[in-house]
């Protein structure tokens, strides 16, 4: 009898001791990451996220797609790969997926303190028996033992390179550094040294990002523009239009039907942008409601400057160009400066009269639209494209542009602006352009009688040009419907399901004679390939003054 009491009042103390660790609260990691970091990324659930990519579809497609082997070759790839090898012979052994997965708890986070050298501080909440079958854990005896705050952890440094780890409280700790490791350890134990979560960017970020979501990642937007690395190697080549933002959050969160990222970015308190007005946004919103719901692709913009509307109306409608392809692989070609020797060309050329004018070609002359567009003061600009195959491999890709104004279009100075636009690039003389009466379905038009499309509708505030006639009178068969004005001061939508054939039909036509894999048609295009899954995308963007908010939506495929 007194051995069963024993047991059981044993029993009851383990039990005591199991619900105080398993009633303990969860850890803002946050609070256990010193400062100095230049983003900050944290999920609920890490393991749940790592397991289903490795498991997944997608990721089985992409590795077997031209767009990771062309990423294979990069020297992004290469130098990550480098930075791998080191960290894995400092390590003990050369870490794979699996072996990442072994050490992804549930609650996790990581910190970069230095894009260059790879510098960061990871932790998770992870059950000691996970760990203990972890390859990390079994190398132990190859590290030197350390101690910080009275806690124990595990160092070791070859080929430059640092790793350290610890376990304390079923959070395991690693990071590449083990000065960062020492000051961890101290927030663990319940120091009171700065921390991210003491980060001014950082109380600005999650203070207007949501916490509820699958990713969340906080940027130091000033950290970052600091870096070079950063500066030389972000892909978009933007740093300049990030100096205003102070920081800046990116959180996702997914359903059944679709994946969501919601996106802040927090000004510096100096900046001061001029926001739309009422009025602009007002016409936003009613332009978009004349987005047929086919079409593959729109984008619109509220308060538009009359700089930017007359370039969109150049690049899309006007001369349609695109950059030269520039082979980076290769170095340029030596320049011959001696023009002295002529070629067989030459004997084509006449020496008996003066050669003609460089100017004698042609070109855009935008001076008087531009004048046009400034006096009507465009509140909003929707831009429509889509697709359409044609017989054999040609594809057309026709535009809309609906621009609202302040006050009514004036249709003869908008006609004769345009045909001072074209009259040197499209014509000899003027001949082929007169604006001629025309029809875009049961719409009557004004319509260029040139060699190319050009389509014109002034309807009271509203101006609309076009290339092609179907896309512009299913766009007029739609009635702007004016409402409140809407909080966004930018909105697209990309059909992507809708445009994947045309595009890849466009581009292999394109793309023939180019070295492989091709960029567009093989690249670009298994990329789109591996995410078929997602029909539509949706962009909103909204410009509170103090903070610009942005909405990424991906539907699914149902």
């Given at each position: 009898m007194k051995r069963i009491s024993i047991t059981f009042a044993?029993?009851?103390?383990a039990g005591f001791v199991w619900w105080r660790i398993a009633a303990q609260p969860a850890r803002v990691l946050s609070d256990l990451m010193p400062e100095g970091a230049l983003l900050y990324l944290d999920s609920p659930d890490f393991s749940r996220l790592i397991q289903e990519w490795n498991a997944s579809g997608v990721k089985r497609d992409w590795l077997a797609s031209t767009n990771y082997d062309v990423f294979t070759r990069s020297n992004l790839f290469?130098?990550?790969?480098?930075?791998?090898?080191?960290?894995?012979?400092?390590?003990?052994?050369?870490?794979?997926?699996?072996?990442?997965?072994?050490i992804?708890?549930?609650?996790?986070?990581?910190?970069?303190?230095?894009?260059?050298?790879?510098?960061?501080?990871?932790?998770?909440h992870v059950p000691q028996n996970r760990l203990a079958s972890s390859q990390l854990w079994r190398v132990r005896d190859k590290f030197e033992e350390r101690r910080a705050a009275d806690i124990p952890f595990y160092v070791r440094t070859e080929s430059n390179r640092t790793v350290a780890f610890a376990f304390t409280n079923n959070y395991l700790l690693l990071a590449t550094r083990d000065d960062l490791m020492a000051q961890a350890l101290a927030l663990v134990s319940g120091g009171k040294g700065p921390s991210i979560?003491?980060?001014?960017?950082?109380?600005?970020?999650t203070k207007a990002g949501s916490n509820s979501g699958e990713l969340r990642m906080a940027l130091n937007m000033e950290g970052l523009l600091k870096s070079s690395y950063f500066r030389s190697h972000w892909i978009y080549r933007n740093a300049s239009k990030l100096e205003p933002f102070e920081s800046g959050i990116a959180v996702v969160s997914r359903d059944p039907k679709q994946i969501t990222e919601n996106r802040v970015f927090i000004r510096e308190p100096d900046e001061k942008p001029e926001l739309p007005d009422d009025d602009a946004r007002r016409a936003l919103a009613a332009l978009i409601s004349m987005a047929p719901d086919d079409v593959g692709l729109y984008k619109a913009w509220a308060a538009p400057d009359a700089d930017f509307v007359a370039s969109t109306i150049e690049r899309k409608l006007?001369?349609?160009?695109?950059?030269?392809?520039?082979n980076l692989r290769y170095a340029p070609g030596a320049v011959n400066t001696d023009t002295s020797v002529g070629a067989e060309s030459d004997l084509e050329t006449r020496i008996d009269e003066p050669p003609l004018p460089a100017g004698s070609s042609g070109s855009l002359d935008m001076s008087k639209l531009h004048q046009v567009l400034d006096a009507a003061h465009p509140l909003a600009l929707l831009q429509l494209q889509s697709s359409f195959a044609k017989s054999g491999a040609f594809v057309s890709t026709p535009c809309v542009l609906a621009i609202e104004?302040?006050?009514d279009w004036d249709a003869s100075a908008l006609t004769g602006s345009l045909t001072t636009a074209i009259e040197t690039l499209w014509t000899t003389s003027g001949l082929g352009a007169q604006w001629v009466p025309g029809t875009a379905g049961a719409h009557a038009i004004e319509r260029l009688d040139g060699l190319k499309p050009l389509m014109m509708l002034a309807r009271g505030r509203v101006l609309f040009l076009s290339n092609d006639a179907d896309l512009l009178a299913a766009v007029l068969d739609r009635r702007a419907a004016p409402g409140a004005a809407s909080t966004f001061t930018y909105v697209a939508a990309l059909r992507h399901s809708r445009e994947r054939g045309p595009y890849q039909r466009l581009m292999n036509a394109l793309d023939s004679g180019q070295p492989e894999p091709r960029f567009f048609s093989q690249n670009i295009g298994s990329l789109s390939d591996v995410l078929s899954f997602v029909d539509d995308v949706n962009v909103t963007l909204a410009d509170r003054g103090d903070e610009l908010v942005k909405q990424i939506t991906y539907r699914l495929r149902q």
């Open positions: 044993l029993m009851l103390a290469g130098k990550l790969g480098g930075v791998y090898q080191e960290y894995g012979t400092a390590a003990g052994f050369t870490p794979d997926l699996n072996s990442v997965i072994e992804a708890g549930d609650q996790s986070a990581l910190a970069l303190y230095d894009i260059h050298d790879v510098q960061f501080l990871y932790i998770t979560s003491n980060s001014r960017w950082f109380q600005h970020a006007l001369v349609a160009q695109t950059a030269p392809v520039i104004a302040e006050t």
